[in-house]
């Protein structure tokens, strides 16, 4: 199946521990993305690489590094999890050059720190 | 920066009956508008989408209207079925950017 896949699904763990995601996607796209949905569902981009280059680098703490081994996956480790932390995670990808730039999101990974 | 505004949070219609959800976008750059829908437990799914050269677009019950001039795009939602029942995402972007600014959804609810 081509596809955004992301793991793990679910993570649950405590305050100060620190945590990875990995995303892994098959479409052949050059631009890879992290989203944050918190609990009232509102979506905001964190990171966003390209070609394994950081394009897009908002307002995120340094705990948060996203690392992207080739443009085919894009890892977010979290250091020193704190409460707020809690939330789903997306992975997406899509394909920049002319033409819609249609991302495909991944099926979240929710993040519950205790 | 784009500024997305999307309205209602929550929508709650008879199934057979329409849903219409709108949102306003303030940079006039954007010129490329999707649609998302995010059922329980899954990712977004882009359900249509529509660039800023056509007034209109539908794919079957689903249509979307874009006024540039007033800056704002609608999704209209006919004849809907429960499992249409779903957390819809505007987006405006510009067209081979990579820079999507996202409306804060609607809730969706179909009742039998």
């Known amino acids: 199946d081509t596809a955004v896949s992301q793991t793990p699904k679910y993570l649950v763990t405590q305050m100060g521990n620190d945590k990875s995601i990995k995303c892994e996607q098959n479409l052949g796209h050059d631009t890879m993305y992290w989203y944050k949905q918190d609990s009232k569902k509102f979506l905001k981009i964190m990171f966003s690489?390209?070609?394994?280059?950081?394009?897009i680098n908002e307002t995120v703490p340094n705990r948060f590094s996203p690392k992207s081994p080739d443009k085919a996956h894009l890892n977010l480790h979290i250091n020193s999890l704190e409460l707020g932390d809690s939330a789903v995670y997306f992975c997406a990808s899509s394909r920049m050059g002319a033409g819609a730039n249609v991302l495909t999101f991944g099926a979240g990974s929710r993040l519950t720190v205790l | 920066g784009e500024n997305v505004e999307q309205h209602p949070s929550t929508l709650s219609v008879q199934e057979g009956d329409s849903a219409v959800i709108k949102c306003t976008y303030s940079?006039?750059?954007?010129?490329?508008f999707p649609w998302y829908k995010q059922e329980l437990g899954k990712g977004p799914q882009l359900i249509i989408d529509i660039r800023s050269n056509v007034g209109e677009k539908k794919d079957q019950r689903i249509a979307v209207t874009l006024n540039k001039t007033a800056k704002h795009f609608s999704l209209h939602i006919t004849e809907t079925q429960p499992e249409d029942s779903a957390v819809y995402f505007c987006?405006?972007?510009?067209?081979?950017?990579?820079?999507?600014?996202f409306g804060t959804g609607t809730s969706l609810t179909v009742i039998p």
């Open positions: 987006a405006a972007s510009i067209i081979s950017g990579n820079q999507f600014y």
């Open positions: 690489y390209n070609n394994k280059e950081l394009i």
């Open positions: 940079d006039s750059a954007s010129n490329y």
